[in-house]
């Protein structure tokens, strides 16, 4: 369908890399489907994309964008869209996004018709200056965040309407049943700033001291396919491993599979505390909900929730010792834990989405009328 004959009856979900049903953005819509299933949501995803289980629950899609033309296509979108009177949802927003839908407007943006989730953000002044004066230009744009320290950016620019919205991807599924421990777990696509390198060290230092810990290493790649540098050189000493308690999943599993990695483990979160001071991992809330401990380093958003949880254990440097012993001062209370987790996963996902799904909701009933 071509952008222009759109009439206003769908809340309008821009999701350009959206291309099959194993990632983070298919995720994130199944969860916030989830919270609001009444919605009238339609998805604009990759051209090539494949997402049987959305279109059998009578999700519209339409195939748009490629990968080559990503950017050019957002803003001509977004352009066309803002001539109807729906809302407009970008759940992966980036900074390219707000000034796109600024360039497309013809003026200022009513309240309700363009809603950004943000995961993560880049400080400097330069950008906190474009921030600003953007904000002057469109105040009532509707903005996320995964962190505080995103949410506290925004709003220092002078947007109003700021909220918090922690990633919780695995709302949709029920928990998995309580679980005795069955292996370490790193979970989520291999990259070098969530720690992959401090993984695979664990592995060397588990194979050199003969542990007999059995460990899950998810080495899947991202939605394009790639790794960085860092990390391919990782997955090579990773394939070169003889310690025979380790699995490595190189495929991307499907939503119930990769839940179902969290049952009886502990997941390991050695991220750069560079990247993730002011960043949240969904990783974090799908081991908690589903009773996995945590292993995390300090300074990170995870520690603070693991902190305050007493759902695991925080190391100050990422070495294979402090992690390996980490896991095992787990192990030795591993049922403990286990619940703490449980508990804490429960506080976070009991109403994640409802801070966006408000204001979805006013937005789709104006439209309807």
Known sequence: MDARTLAPMHLEIVEPTLANEAGHCAALFASLRSAAPELPYRLWVDRTAQLPGIEGAGVPLQRFFQRRWRKPQAWWLYRRLLRSRAPILV???????????????????????AFLYFHKWRVSPRRAGALRRLARRQPHLSLFGTSEAIVQAMRAAGFAQVEQIEPVLGANAAPLPEAPFRALLSAGAARADKGFTHVVDLVDHMEASGSGLPIVVQASADHYGRHDDRTSADLQRLAQSGYPHLTVLTDTVDSNAYQALFAGSICLQPY??????????????????????????????????????????????????????????ILSRYREFSQRARRAGEQHTASAWRPLVEQLRLACRDIKR
């Open 91 to 113: 759940p992966t927003a980036t900074w390219f996004d707000l000034r796109a839908l600024d360039l497309a407007a013809s003026g200022p943006l009513e309240t309700g018709r």
């Open 272 to 329: 750069g505390r560079a990247d993730y001071a002011d960043k949240m991992s969904a990783v974090t809330f799908d081991a908690l909900r589903n009773g996995a401990p945590i292993v995390t380093v300090a300074g990170t958003t995870m520690a603070k929730i693991v902190r305050d949880s007493a759902s695991g254990e925080v190391i100050e440097q990422p070495t294979p010792q402090a992690l390996l012993q980490a896991c095992l001062s």
